[in-house]
């Protein structure tokens, strides 16, 4: 339910995961394309430290802008494939009002307590925060859509459809899928040089503002964090030896290059399970993911405090904390200050707490059990990574 009483749920709790980055998805043997890349890979049953770290990176395009978030200003041009992300949700939230102005987008059917309905307007930032999340609410397989919907909300599917077949619609998508899709995507870069998953923010950010089964910081940190748990785990049952507090950092925390740290070094991280289907070891609680975690945290409250008559409220709230240095130096810490912790003692032992307290959803998002040792370490390592 969203905190303005419409029903925004999910049908049911199933276990599942976020949609997978492109490399793990190719490791583990699992059918993936590019965006806009001229054919679906078809590539060898190899493990991914067999294959080569920087084997599936996507060919350049040179017609596409920078990824920089976005400028001060909006740019109000039309040459779609040359704004920035930012820009694009601009032009998509302008181009939803004019559907509204038609009836055609924007309403929820609320059903009366003796069976006379209503529809109501759901705000603009809404919608289009729901479409930009559309990789994982819509389009990341049958379990992590419902999973991703139990703890967010439901796939605005109707206003989606009408937002793709329109013509200037469907154009402003088309270049935005570039930082949205679910079989490859691009992450915006801030003011700062960090990488945002839009798509994943706009996941995280919708979880903090609505009313569900699933607490809140589940669709964000929390969640990050039990996937790291799992994936530690994974790491210590493949490699016996290994050191758990090593392991720890290495998957909490860490960029793109994390089977480079020397906690994985030499270990199994890519093994086939008895199906003879090849699982590898995620990087699902990366510094990426936990951007995101941390500014959903201040986007969320923007939006929620903000004017919902302001079709623009959404583009303009991204885009004045993307590009405000102070504000963005404190994005990790917002995890911790969520919690009222204010160093690194203090916010390993709300996680501890938090973790404890909700262990069932936490079970609920690994489909099993993480060992206690393990969890406390994920948690420490959270900790110190946010101070």
């Not at 590019?34 to 350049?60: C, H, K, N, S, Y």
């Not at 402003?172 to 949205?180: E, T």
């Not at 964000?220 to 030896?241: C, F, R």
Request: hydrophobic content about 35%.
């Amino acid at each position: 339910m969203a905190k303005d009483g419409t029903n925004r749920g999910g049908r049911r709790v199933c276990a599942g995961a976020k949609p997978e980055p492109l490399r793990e998805k190719l490791a583990a043997g699992k059918p993936a394309t590019r965006l806009a890349g001229p054919e679906v890979f078809e590539g060898p049953d190899l493990p991914a430290t067999d294959i080569g770290e920087g084997a599936f990176q996507a060919p350049a395009v040179d017609h596409v802008a920078p990824s920089s978030a976005g400028g001060a200003a909006p740019d109000t041009s039309i040459d779609y494939n040359k704004l920035a992300p930012i820009d694009l949700i601009w032009h998509l939230e302008k181009r939803f009002e004019e559907l509204r102005a038609d009836s055609k987008v924007g309403e929820d059917y609320v059903a009366g307590s003796h069976g006379a309905g209503r529809r109501i307007a759901v705000p603009t930032w809404r919608c289009i925060l729901n479409y930009l999340a559309k990789a994982y609410l819509r389009d990341g397989g049958s379990g992590s859509a419902v999973n991703w919907s139990v703890s967010a909300e439901s796939f605005r599917s109707a206003d989606a459809s009408v937002l793709e077949k329109d013509a200037v619609g469907k154009k402003i998508i088309a270049a935005l899928n570039r930082y949205i899709d679910n079989t490859w995507r691009q992450s915006m870069t801030d003011k700062t040089g960090e990488s945002v998953d839009l798509a994943h923010l706009a996941a995280t950010t919708l979880g903090y503002t609505n009313w569900n089964v699933i607490p809140d910081a589940w669709t964000g940190w929390a969640g990050d964090l039990a996937t790291a748990m799992e994936n530690i785990q994974k790491t210590l049952e493949w490699n016996p030896g290994a050191n758990l507090d090593q392991v720890a950092t290495a998957l909490v925390g860490q960029g793109n290059d994390y089977r480079q740290h020397p906690g994985l070094k030499g270990l199994v991280l890519d093994k086939k399970n008895d199906k003879g289907k090849w699982e590898s070891v995620g990087n699902n609680c990366n510094r990426d993911d936990l951007c995101c975690d941390g500014d959903a945290i201040v986007i969320a409250n923007t939006l929620e405090n903000g004017n919902d008559s302001n079709s623009h409220l959404l583009s303009a709230t991204l885009r004045e904390y993307y590009n405000n240095s102070s504000k963005l130096a404190n994005r990790f810490k917002q995890i911790g200050w969520s919690l009222g912790a204010n160093n690194s003692t203090e916010a390993y032992q709300k996680i501890s707490e938090y973790a404890d307290l909700d262990s069932a959803v936490l079970e609920w998002f690994l489909a099993g059990y993480v060992k206690e040792e393990i969890s406390l370490t994920a948690c420490r390592k959270l900790a110190e990574f946010i101070y």
